[in-house]
């Protein structure tokens, strides 16, 4: 297997806080239940209804992040895949149970093999990055496919960037002329970076914002920046891509709720929350390690109390009675919202801070109190958890 490029300069050097050990284990268990062998791919989401959990849909995009996040595991300790109870050696070529019988190459050439008809080029990205990561002989398919789509200037979401970015990053072609692709998509997201709030616009430069929200960025838009310049940063050595990485996080990190809350949404303008909920359980226990942890890792600053501190407010959230890990259920569910009809206070907050940055709409708390829980859980989140807490210098 041909590992992703690791740099050891700068080791995290702190325990595993809790609940890592157990989220590591249930994230095997559900990424069992959420893998569909008769669709090839991992499904779009587990849901709780009155009979039961069901399977539902598949994605193209979750299964790549779930097949980044199994490689990961599979480097722990020398290339051993974490399973409940034991760690049994095995290689990208190995049946495995969580793929019911195939092997992690068997998932990724299955995505390779239809992705010059990929039109998202997120989802490409992803694919790449999935490729590079299970060490997949094909991983060319994808790459060239991300380069056709010129990430560069196409019109896309900020967080696809980002994921190009990564991808770029992990998969280089020392035959790339000077200036490379990545360096190209590095200089365009560093130009989307706003200086006077040190966050990331939920659109780049050169990409069309919705007229009333384009003020508006949430929480993914600052962790995948983050992580991809701290990652370009590590390859190339590029000081600009390593301070506006530390900029974000510095920011991210001071903008963190009180009790540990990764909020939702910011105005890009200001760098204000613009509405706080709903808090994701993907951003407490993987977003944001992984990007600070990356971070860390290529840069050296160390964010462990907030790590910490999201990890707490997951197990003891302070909106409710118990903690979104559902260990009988070998679940995490997916947020802690308002209990509101639709999307009504976000929409509100950004309207009213679309009129002028300083308004809110104030009394949300009083009138759509927050402790709704989203009985639901996508794979993505547990190839997060593996991505984000595997295959690191961390003392056990």
């Not at 399973?83 to 290689?91: H, L, N």
């Not at 060319?140 to 991808?167: H, I, K, S």
């Not at 009333?212 to 590590?234: I, K, N, S």
Request: charged fraction near 20%; hydrophobic fraction near 40%.
């Amino acid at each position: 297997m041909t590992p992703l490029a690791t740099s050891l300069d700068n080791p995290v050097a702190w325990a595993f806080p809790a609940p890592v050990g157990e989220l590591l284990s249930i994230s095997v268990r559900a990424l069992t239940q959420m893998y569909r062998p008769e669709k090839g791919m991992f499904s779009f989401c587990v849901r709780r209804g009155a009979t039961g959990a069901s399977v539902e849909g598949v994605s193209r995009r979750y299964t790549a992040i779930s097949l980044i996040g199994l490689a990961a595991a599979m480097r722990e300790n020398g290339g051993s895949l974490i399973r409940p109870g034991d760690r049994e050696e095995v290689e990208e070529n190995t049946p495995l149970d969580i793929l019911s019988g195939e092997s992690l190459s068997d998932l990724t050439g299955r995505l390779l093999g239809d992705v010059d008809t990929v039109e998202t080029m997120g989802d490409v990205a992803l694919t790449l990055w999935a490729a590079h990561a299970v060490g997949h002989a094909e991983t060319g398919r994808a790459r060239d496919r991300l380069l056709a789509m010129e990430p560069w200037d196409r019109p896309c979401p900020t967080v696809e960037l980002a994921w190009a970015l990564t991808a770029l990053s992990h998969a280089v072609d020392q035959n790339d002329a000077d200036p490379g692709p990545s360096e190209r998509v590095a200089r365009r997201l560093l130009k989307t970076f706003v200086s006077a709030s040190d966050l990331f616009p939920h659109w780049p430069v050169g990409a069309k914002p919705a007229m009333f929200r384009g003020h508006v960025c949430c929480f993914a838009d600052l962790v995948y920046p983050t992580q991809a310049l701290a990652l370009y940063h590590r390859r190339s050595g590029d000081p600009d891509a390593a301070s506006v990485a530390r900029r974000c996080a510095a920011k991210m990190c001071a903008l963190q709720g009180p009790s540990g809350q990764w909020w939702w949404h910011f105005d890009a303008r200001t760098g204000r929350v613009v509405e706080p909920y709903p808090v994701y359980a993907v951003h407490q226990d993987s977003m944001a390690p992984m990007a600070l942890l990356d971070l860390q890792e290529a840069c050296g600053d160390d964010h462990q109390v907030s790590i910490e501190r999201g990890l707490q407010w997951l197990e003891r959230p302070i909106e409710r009675d118990g903690s979104l890990i559902d260990a009988q259920a070998g679940i995490v569910w997916r947020k802690v919202a308002r209990r509101e009809p639709g999307k009504l206070s976000r929409s509100a907050q950004a309207l009213f801070s679309c009129v002028h940055p300083a308004l809110r709409a104030w009394g949300l708390d009083l009138v759509f109190r927050p402790g709704a829980v989203d009985w639901e859980s996508r794979p993505y989140h547990f190839g997060w958890i593996l991505y984000a807490w595997c295959n690191r210098r961390l003392t056990a």
